[in-house]
């Protein structure tokens, strides 16, 4: 239960953080109203939201507070038909910009996105893992 609590809490703070200039101001000064709703998911024990490039398909995107820059995985940046430019900073990644990008029923414009092939990330990390001791 502790973990599902600083999950949550983690999320919170993401989101307070996130969308803190979307806030109206409410005729009760202790309740904020957000102008997005969003229903968290648990992607492998990692929170996550759903969320629309254009009018495509919903994907879900892992909730990283502690990282500036957002990553789209290079095969949903393709799928979306997003533009994909080499980042010469960093081989095997890119970067993109997704022209709207639904969180709920609130459309965000010219989002910037680092790309890069997460599946292959996922695969050397776990093998790293498997490799100590």
């Known amino acids: 239960m502790d973990r599902i609590a600083s999950v949550l809490a983690a999320a919170a703070f993401c989101f307070l953080a996130f969308l803190p200039a979307t806030a109206q101001p409410s005729a009760n000064p202790e309740t904020p109203h957000f102008r997005a709703d969003l229903p968290l998911f648990d992607c492998d024990g990692t929170p996550c939201v759903e969320v629309k490039i254009g009018d495509g398909k919903p994907i879900r995107l892992l ?3 502690g990282d ?4 789209l995985d290079a095969k949903a940046a393709t799928g979306a038909k997003l533009p994909l430019e080499p980042d010469p900073r960093a081989p095997g990644m890119g970067k993109t910009t997704v022209a ?5 029923s609130l459309a965000l414009a010219d989002l910037p996105f680092a790309t890069m092939d997460v599946e292959k990330l996922t695969t050397a990390t776990n093998r790293r893992k498997a490799r100590e001791p």
């Open 100 to 104: 709207v990008l639904h969180l709920g």
């Open 68 to 71: 500036v820059d957002s990553v």
């Open 63 to 65: 909730i990283d507070s």
